[in-house]
């Protein structure tokens, strides 16, 4: 392996290593750990670019690698979006009892009178 090719091997593990973490922390849906390791993740992927080697992407160690990543970050949508559901469903019920908030109703009579 020349030394462009396993440091691109070093990185795609690592960003397979923090894509793991960062699945198993919305699971436990620890916004602050998230939040971190998507900035991990970004950095990472900023080295890949600037690294520019296509030969560790293509052989069957990569390809394997890569497949995974995206086995987790199609898992990784899938619970943001199961989140991002349970969360709008969350504001609509509170926006629905808005209105039966007893100083509400006191404020509505207030305004009548």
Same mark, same amino acid.
């Given at each position: 392996?020349?030394?462009?090719?396993g440091?691109?091997?070093?990185?795609? @593990?690592d960003y397979l290593?923090?894509?793991? /973490? #960062?699945?198993?922390?919305?699971?436990? %849906?620890?916004v !602050?750990?998230?939040?971190n390791?998507? !900035?991990?993740?970004?950095? #990472?992927?900023?080295?890949? /670019?600037? #690294? !520019?080697? %296509?030969?560790?992407?293509?052989?069957? /160690?990569g390809?394997?690698?890569?497949? &995974?990543?995206? @086995? #987790?970050? &199609?898992?990784?949508?899938?619970?943001?979006?199961m989140?991002?559901?349970?969360?709008e469903?969350?504001? @609509?019920?509170?926006?629905?009892? &808005?209105?039966?908030?007893? /100083?509400?109703?006191?404020?509505?009579? &207030?305004? @009548?009178?």
């Open positions: 392996m020349s030394g462009n090719e440091k691109a091997c070093s990185l795609w @593990k290593f923090v894509t793991r /973490e #960062l699945d198993k922390f919305i699971i436990q %849906d620890n !602050d750990m998230v939040l390791l998507i !900035d991990q993740r970004e950095r #990472l992927q900023a080295e890949i /670019e600037k #690294l !520019d080697d %296509d030969v560790y992407k293509v052989s069957p /160690e390809q394997k690698i890569l497949l &995974d990543i995206q @086995k #987790l970050n &199609d898992h990784i949508v899938r619970q943001l979006e989140l991002r559901n349970l969360l469903k969350q504001q @609509k019920v509170a926006v629905a009892y &808005d209105g039966f908030r007893p /100083e509400f109703v006191g404020n509505q009579m &207030d305004q @009548k009178g």
